[in-house]
């Protein structure tokens, strides 16, 4: 069983940024594709960013591109997701989910495994 825990979540201003980390325990995760999903109020979870598994490519989603970057620490077992230029609209619980698979995925109907949720909320 994997248990994927988030942190850093918090209250910023705009303009300002965060750091989130997902750490995996439970089995290795080096090989496996994770990804960073957000839920608003009132809204449909929504694609974030995402890391494949071994080579670490990435894909991230409109809004995000640019201003976010995820990463990976295979010997820490945790996924990053640096925000910057964080703007009100980007106000969400963020999620990391884990993928049994290499290939990264924007659908999270692909991902497996979920983390609880850490809330960010950037005021204007």
């Known amino acids: 069983q994997v248990q994927l825990v988030e942190s850093g979540g918090g209250l910023v201003q705009a303009g300002g940024s965060l750091r989130l980390s997902c750490a995996a325990s439970?089995?290795?995760?080096?090989?496996?594709?994770m990804g960073w999903f957000r839920q608003a109020p009132g809204k449909e979870r929504e694609f974030v960013a995402s890391?494949?598994?071994?080579?670490?490519?990435?894909r991230y989603s409109d809004s995000a591109k640019g201003r976010f970057t995820i990463s990976r620490d295979n010997a820490k077992n945790t996924v990053y997701l640096q925000m910057n230029s964080l703007k009100p609209e980007d106000t969400a619980v963020y999620y990391c989910?884990?993928?049994?698979?290499?290939?990264?995925?924007?659908?999270?109907?692909?991902?497996?495994?979920w983390g609880q949720g850490t809330q960010v909320t950037v005021s204007s």
């Open positions: 439970g089995r290795t995760f080096s090989s496996y594709a």
């Open positions: 989910a884990l993928r049994w698979s290499r290939y990264y995925s924007p659908n999270s109907n692909d991902y497996d495994y």
């Open positions: 890391i494949s598994g071994s080579v670490g490519s990435t």
